[in-house]
Structures are given as structure tokens and as C-alpha cells.
């Protein structure tokens, strides 16, 4: 198994420019999550999915845009790049505890660091 | 609003020495807490979960700790070693399916 993986890694952008993120997993997860990672304010929350079809906003979605067409696939959008969504990406997908509709452990891609001049 | 705290943000110990991690949260009405360990410029790597129904969970050197009363979770390193250095995150998961975050605790094993 993959696992979780992420493309692309790196990606420098200019101020209004719009990119996708692709996030896929081979584990038959049903949830799905884009975070955002800052230096001293650990991870927060973009968008999840808790099913193919089904979308729902994080903490902090404003400015992104996201997509589950299919089960093993989450997308991320960017359609008018700032400087402040200058970070590093990380997407993660999760089982449902057994018994349960709760997501169980995450498993997460290597991140993609995106850098908007 | 579920806020989860780490402290101390940095800490370096000698080789061999046994550890303690914290983590706080403000709501105990979590479904369970989770230890990740994320390596510089790495993905996050899951070390331990324990359900809101438990009290710990172990594995190999570690052992984690669940009080939902005071709000607290703990990470137990046994017999540190150079290759624990990293930052090691703690995350709540809330009744909306979200993981609430800590800053994080950055570990450094002196050899």
C-alpha cells in the first residue's frame, strides 16, 4: 500500500494564480482532511469529507475549495492564490472506529509546501 | 470552542533519561486523543490513540495517558534516545469529527 500520497510536493505560485492540490488514498478510508501547518500554531483544520460526495469547512476554509468525486481522491483548490496561503499542505484520511461513526486514527501524506510571492 | 495546549514548546534532555510530555484541553467531551510524532519536514506519523472510554494506551517505550476530569493527557518516553528527537503533537477529535490541535512539543535527545 501507498498509503496516503500527495502531488505535488513543491509549488511556488504568484499572487493570483489558482492550483489544485491531489490527495489519494489506497486504504478504503472513509474520511479525508486538508490541513494547513504554520510555524508555532500546529495544524488546523482546511475541509474534510466524511464520505465520497460529501464536503464540509474546517476552521479555516476561506480562500480554498475542495472536492471528494471519488473515494480514494480529496482536492484541494486554490482559485486566487495570496501570500497568507503561503504554508504547508497536509492531507490525511481516517477509518470510522469500530462500531462507531467517529474517525479513528489518521494517517497523513508527506505535505506539500506551496509558497505565494 | 476546544483549544488544546502543549507545554513546554521545546525540550532537551540527556540520552537514557525517562520523559514526560503534556497536553491540555479545555473540553473534555472529546471521542478520543491522539500522539503524533512529526520529523523536520516529514509527514505526521501516529504513535498512540486512546478512546474516551480508556485511561492509557502503550507501545514499546511509550505510554499514553487519558484524564478527561482534568483535562489531560500525558506521553511517557521510557529510556530516551537520539532517534526520539522530533516535535510530537497531540490532537483531540471533538464531536464534529474534527481534530483540535496542539502547537506541539519539540524534543531533542542529547547523546
Known amino acids: 500500500n501507498a498509503g496516503v500520497t500527495q502531488t505535488p510536493k513543491f509549488r511556488v505560485l504568484k499572487t493570483g494564480q489558482s492550483m489544485t492540490l491531489l490527495c489519494a488514498q489506497d486504504?478504503?478510508?472513509?474520511?479525508m482532511y486538508w490541513y494547513r501547518q504554520d510555524p508555532g500554531m500546529g495544524l488546523r483544520l482546511i475541509h474534510y469529507?466524511?464520505?465520497?460526495?460529501?464536503?464540509a469547512k474546517g476552521e479555516v476554509p476561506d480562500g480554498y475549495n475542495v472536492s471528494r468525486l471519488k473515494k480514494q481522491n480529496f482536492l484541494l483548490g486554490l482559485e486566487s492564490a495570496a501570500p497568507s496561503q503561503t504554508s504547508v499542505y497536509f492531507c490525511?484520511?481516517?477509518?470510522?472506529?469500530?462500531?462507531?461513526?467517529?474517525?479513528?486514527?489518521?494517517?497523513f501524506g508527506p505535505g506539500t509546501r506551496l509558497t505565494v510571492t | 470552542k476546544q483549544e488544546v495546549t502543549q507545554i513546554p514548546a521545546a525540550l532537551s534532555v540527556p540520552e537514557g533519561e525517562n520523559l514526560v510530555l503534556n497536553c491540555s484541553f479545555t473540553?473534555?467531551?472529546?471521542?478520543?486523543l491522539q500522539w503524533f510524532r512529526q520529523d523536520p519536514g516529514k509527514g505526521l506519523t501516529s504513535l498512540l490513540l486512546?478512546?474516551?472510554s480508556q485511561r492509557e494506551q502503550t507501545s514499546g517505550r511509550l505510554n499514553a495517558s487519558l484524564d478527561k476530569s482534568s483535562g489531560r493527557s500525558t506521553l511517557y518516553i521510557a529510556a530516551s534516545q537520539p532517534g526520539d528527537s522530533a516535535t510530537y503533537l497531540c490532537?483531540?477529535?471533538?464531536?464534529?469529527?474534527?481534530?483540535?490541535w496542539g502547537a506541539g512539543t519539540k524534543l531533542i535527545i542529547k547523546p
Open positions: 490525511a484520511s481516517s477509518f470510522a472506529g469500530t462500531g462507531s461513526r467517529y474517525p479513528y486514527e489518521q494517517y
Open positions: 486504504m478504503n478510508h472513509e474520511y
Open positions: 469529507s466524511v464520505g465520497e460526495g460529501t464536503t
Open positions: 473540553d473534555s467531551a472529546i471521542y478520543n
Open positions: 486512546i478512546q474516551s
Open positions: 490532537a483531540a477529535t471533538d464531536s464534529n469529527y474534527q481534530l483540535i
